[in-house]
Structure formats: C-alpha cells, structure tokens
C-alpha cells in the first residue's frame, strides 16, 4: 500500500464495520471533496449498472493515480435492488470484490446517488430514509440526498431530515437544488439565487453539505441523434462562487454524450464530482453476447421499456457472459475511463491527496 496507507484514517466507522482486517482504501468523500474545492480536478464517480466495466475503470485509475467513485442512484439500485437487481449490498461486495481481486491500493469511493424524494408525502420520505439506513449498513463512503423535485422550503425540511445520520457519521453529502431536467421537458436552470438560498438554509439547520448538484442544462441518460449538448458553464461557475463560502462545490449529472472538449473545461467553473452512468451501460450493450442483447431488445418491446429496464431481469445471464466477452467490456471501460480521468483533470489526484493529508 505504501504512501497511499496513511488514508486509511478517513475509512469512516460504518466502512471500518465491513471492511475489518482489509486494507482497502474505501474512504469517506468529505476529506477528497474539501482537499480539491479550490484545485481545479473533477473526481469521476460510476454508476455501474452492469459489473463488467469495474476492473476496467479500477485499472484505468490506478495507472493515471487517479480518486475515483461508484455509485448507484434509487431507480438503479435501491433496497429492491432498483432495475440493475443490485441491492446496496450487492453493489457495496460487487465493487470490494474486484478491489480485493485486483490488489487495488489507490483511495476510492461508494456512493448512494439520488437518493430520490419525489414528493412529500411520509411514504417517499421513509423510501429514502430506509435506503440510506441500507446504504450506511452496508458500507457507503458518500451519499446524494436529492429533494429537488419539491417545492424550496419542502426540498429544505426534507434534506434536513434525511441528512442527520450522515452527519452523525461525519461522511460527504451532496445535495440537490433544480431538478436535473432538460427545460423542453419540463426542467428549470438552476438560478444562483436558489443555490445559495438552498445551501444557507440547511447550513443553518445543522447540515453540511460538500457539493451541490443543480440543474444547469445537462440530461441523464443518452442524447438523441442530432441533439445538441447545452451546459451553461457561466452560470456553473457564479453558483460556486456564491456557495464557496459554505464549503460547497458543484456536483456534475448527465455527462454521457457530452463531448470532451466541453468536459474539459468542467473543473474551471467549480465542478469536483463528475457523476458517469449511461457510458458504462452503452459500453457493457456493445460487447453483450449477440443472442442474449437480442432477447433483452425483445423483452424491452414486449414491455415497452427502456433498455436499461432489461438488466435486471436479466442479470444472471449479463453476470455470466463469457470470459471473453467480460475483457472486452473491461478493456473498452478502461479505455473510455482514461479519456475522462484525463479531461478531468484527475490524474495523479491520488498522489496528491496524500500530500495534502497531514
């Protein structure tokens, strides 16, 4: 483990429950986020819906001395399993086993993404609470409340609430202001005003969020043919500005399809968390066996669903693919994973995080 061994101090207590006797650098995101506010790196963080892309994104940060992160929002990954059929306790032992298989000594993260509160009522508030409680027991580093698709004050009082064993535990939050919608479907860019009035009001219920995630014209998911990439960096940059006094960087969603020329400027307008997902899943389609991609596009027609909506259905046949096919999958993730790590600007982010612990 050598220079790298001194992190271990950041493993947060939940973290030290699972991983006792292993030396894996598992840490808590608060200390990463907080050492990078004012240097311009975006930590990549992985939504891996189909586990084949892991040793390629874990291979590719190692070689680039590069943090990086795996998350799971509700709708991939709840306590149901959400439609990847990964549990928090599949995922958390998915990512630790190829970790642990791979000798891997770099620090990385786990983090609950979009832990989603769609409206008020007490059931979707116990949904989220149930999951985080899910999540700490088994062994995230990193958590994303997002109440964002609320009113102000009820996206307030219900971050407030959820965000209490979090702090508790002293473990990195992010949280979310303007719902991450594209404004011809609905969605709102996230004003500078409701930025900071999100993060001075919870700031001033007790909770301390490290990053922020707003709306500011990105979309989750694949762009359609023809349709154009519009990221508002400008006004990016002047909401971290005014949160900076919190402590407060930005949160990136919806980075598949974004070119990486655009990306590359990320890091100068306040953006440390780049939340990647979809890439991996189009990676992992690629490769898939042709007769097992095939079934899954027929079940998706029989059921008028997304192709994302086959994997869990599916995931036992997806598990099991041949060894040749999991290295390509592998290779092509790690490929892809550096040309990020790169625009990124994350490269040797490992290094340096260690340098800066005293």
Excluded at 101 to 127: R, W
Excluded at 320 to 326: C, L, M, T
């Amino acid at each position: 483990m050598g220079k790298y061994e001194k992190l271990l101090k950041y493993r947060p207590e939940n973290v030290e429950k699972k991983l006792n006797g292993s030396k894996l650098l598992l840490i808590n995101s608060k200390p990463i986020f907080q050492a990078f506010i004012d240097i311009p790196v975006i930590v990549m963080v992985c939504n891996c819906r189909i586990r084949h892309v892991i040793p390629g994104i874990l291979r590719a940060a190692r070689e680039l001395d590069a943090i990086v992160g795996f998350e799971l929002a509700k709708s991939e990954g709840g306590v149901d399993g959400g439609y990847t059929g990964q549990t928090p306790e599949i995922f958390f032992n998915t990512i630790v086993e190829y970790a642990e298989g791979m000798n891997y000594d770099l620090p990385f993260i786990i983090h609950g993404d979009h832990i989603t509160v769609t409206d008020t009522s007490e059931k979707k508030i116990n949904e989220a609470r149930e999951l985080i409680a899910a999540e700490i027991a088994a062994g995230y580093s990193s958590f994303a409340i997002d109440a964002s698709h609320n009113e102000m004050e009820d996206n307030v009082r219900i971050t407030v609430e959820l965000a209490k064993p979090i702090m508790d535990l002293g473990i990195g939050l992010e949280v979310e202001v303007g719902e991450i919608k594209l404004v011809k479907e609905g969605g709102a860019l996230t004003t500078v005003e409701e930025g900071y009035g999100f993060i001075k009001a919870v700031t001033e219920k007790g909770i301390k969020p490290i990053l922020l995630a707003t709306n500011n014209g990105s979309k989750h998911g694949n762009y359609a043919p023809g349709e154009e990439v519009h990221i508002d960096l400008k006004r990016t940059g002047e909401i971290f500005k005014a949160i900076r006094p919190f402590g407060v960087a930005i949160a990136q969603h919806g980075i598949t399809g974004t070119p990486l020329n655009l990306i590359g400027q990320f890091a100068d307008y306040g953006i440390r968390k780049g939340n990647v997902g979809t890439e991996w899943q189009n990676i992992a389609h690629k490769y898939l066996p042709q007769d097992l991609m095939s079934a899954m596009k027929k079940w998706c027609e029989e059921n008028k669903k997304d192709i994302k909506f086959a994997t869990k259905p599916f995931k036992k046949e997806i598990d099991s693919i041949p060894d040749k096919n999991k290295q390509q999958i592998a290779d092509e993730a790690y490929a892809r994973a550096k040309e990020f790590i790169v625009a990124f600007r994350a490269k040797g982010t490992a290094s340096k995080l260690v340098e800066m612990v005293k």
